[in-house]
């Protein structure tokens, strides 16, 4: 199972811009300049995530250009994602 308490995975950064390529398989289009439109708000672009980065790469900068909107986006995504989870839970009781 996927770290949840991870933040670089819900953006496309620097570094993922340079290990991932874009592509296109049976389910559809894949890679840093496709997965923030097919999977957004999951995925956002940010140019670096700085000091909020959990798995920081070479690239790192100092500062991150991460928005507010960004977040506000993430975390509505986020609970709306939870909502989810407590009310399939809530029903298999």
Not at 8 to 14: Q, R, S
């Amino acid at each position: 199972m996927e770290n949840v308490n991870v933040i670089k995975g819900f953006f496309v950064c620097n570094q993922c811009r340079v290990a991932c390529k874009d592509g296109c398989d049976v389910v559809g289009l894949y890679g840093p300049n496709s997965c923030v439109f097919a999977y957004y708000p999951r995925k956002q672009f940010v140019k670096c995530l700085g000091p909020y980065c959990d798995s920081p790469c070479k690239l790192r900068q100092k500062e991150s250009d991460l928005t507010m909107e960004q977040l506000i986006n993430l975390v509505k995504f986020l609970t709306a994602e939870l909502n989810k989870h407590l009310i399939n839970d809530s029903r298999s009781k």
